[in-house]
């Protein structure tokens, strides 16, 4: 059964760059592609972008510019930076399975991270 | 960009009775749709793909349906445990990958 669990800071200041990880277990991190996606406090579910343990990756195009994602086949993990955050990108951050191109399963629980001053 | 759109924002329901949640596509996405339900605290949890097929271990009482731009999401025999937020989430055209606003399901 995958499992996945996000890591990182929960709290920035606004400028700083958010860097999350995601561990992946029981599934090798090369059968699959891989998602990240954000929920604002008491809103929807917005896409980040998807990484292949090749290197490949897409992203939100509202987002692209400030975007880097890389995978670690060595610890099972991929990760994601988001550059210049502003108060708006406060959010519950959820990976996840990206399943042939289509929907999203299984996901991590998620983590919050707050940009604030 | 495709914007999914859901109705109601909520809906009150008896337990034991019958729930209709709406989607809709600004344009066609043939059957490219998933549905997700989404508990306090919680991630969101896969039901339906493809429009219409069930997840593994989600219960028959979910069914879906619709293609091209309407979608329905219907939850025969509302349980205790069925109450939270429903997203559905198009992915026929990408990047990028769009979900709709989502529909609460509360106790009427």
């Known amino acids: 059964q995958v499992q996945l669990q996000e890591s990182g800071p929960g709290l920035l200041k606004p400028s700083e760059t958010l860097s999350l990880s995601c561990t992946v277990s029981g599934d090798s991190i090369s059968s699959f592609y891989w998602s990240w996606i954000r929920q604002p406090p008491g809103k929807g579910l917005e896409w980040i972008g998807y990484i292949h343990y090749s290197g490949s990756t897409n992203s939100n195009p509202s987002l692209r510019s400030r975007v880097t994602m890389s995978v670690d086949t060595s610890k099972n993990q991929f990760s994601l930076r988001l550059s210049s955050v502003t108060a708006a990108d406060t959010a519950v951050y959820f990976c996840?399975?990206?399943?042939?191109?289509?929907?999203?399963?299984?996901w991590g629980q998620g983590t919050l991270v707050t940009v604030s001053s | 960009e495709i914007v999914m759109t859901q109705s109601p924002a909520t809906l009150s329901v008896s337990p034991g009775e019958r729930a209709t949640l709406s989607c809709r596509a600004s344009q066609s996405i043939s059957n490219s749709l998933a549905w997700y339900q989404q508990k306090p605290g919680q991630a969101p949890r896969l039901l339906i793909y493809g429009a219409s097929t069930r997840a593994t271990g989600i219960p028959a009482r979910f069914s879906g349906s619709g293609s091209g731009t309407e979608f329905t999401l219907t939850i025969s025999s509302l349980q205790s445990e069925d109450f939270a937020v429903y997203y559905c989430?198009?992915?026929?055209?990408?990047?990028?990958?769009?979900f709709g606003g989502g529909t609460k399901v509360e106790i009427k």
């Open positions: 989430q198009q992915y026929n055209n990408w990047p990028p990958l769009t």
């Open positions: 996840a399975r990206w399943v042939l191109y289509n929907w999203f399963d299984p």
